[in-house]
């Protein structure tokens, strides 16, 4: 069973930096893109950041500069490294990655549990 587990949230005051991981375990035969989005209460959850197979990235216009994905696909991990961190990016981070657990299966999306990031003013 392929399962994601992020880890790196937590309290940081504005202006700090945190390092968000997310790695992938199971059976993986392949993974395409991997990405990072966040939820804010009572907003929608959005695209922060995605990183494709060939390392091509796309960032959200609000975290362009300040944040920045990059993967290992040895350790089958995908990072996002947030610098000058806003009271706004204050959210539940996701980890999405779209992976096929077997040669000739489909590949398809997997969601990680979530990490908590807050940001103080």
């Known amino acids: 069973q392929v399962q994601l587990v992020e880890s790196g949230g937590g309290l940081v005051q504005a202006g700090g930096s945190l390092r968000l991981s997310c790695a992938a375990s199971g059976s993986i035969a392949s993974i395409n893109t991997m990405g990072w989005y966040r939820q804010a209460p009572g907003k929608q959850r959005e695209l922060v950041a995605v990183i494709s197979s060939g390392s091509s990235m796309n960032y959200a216009d609000a975290v362009k500069g300040r944040f920045t994905i990059s993967r290992e696909d040895a350790k089958n991990t995908v990072y996002l490294q947030m610098n000058s961190l806003k009271p706004e990016d204050t959210a539940v981070y996701y980890c999405?990655?779209?992976?096929?657990?077997?040669?000739?299966?489909?590949?398809?999306?997997?969601w990680g549990q979530g990490t908590q990031v807050t940001v103080s003013s």
């Open positions: 999405k990655a779209n992976m096929k657990a077997t040669v000739l299966g489909p590949y398809l999306d997997y």
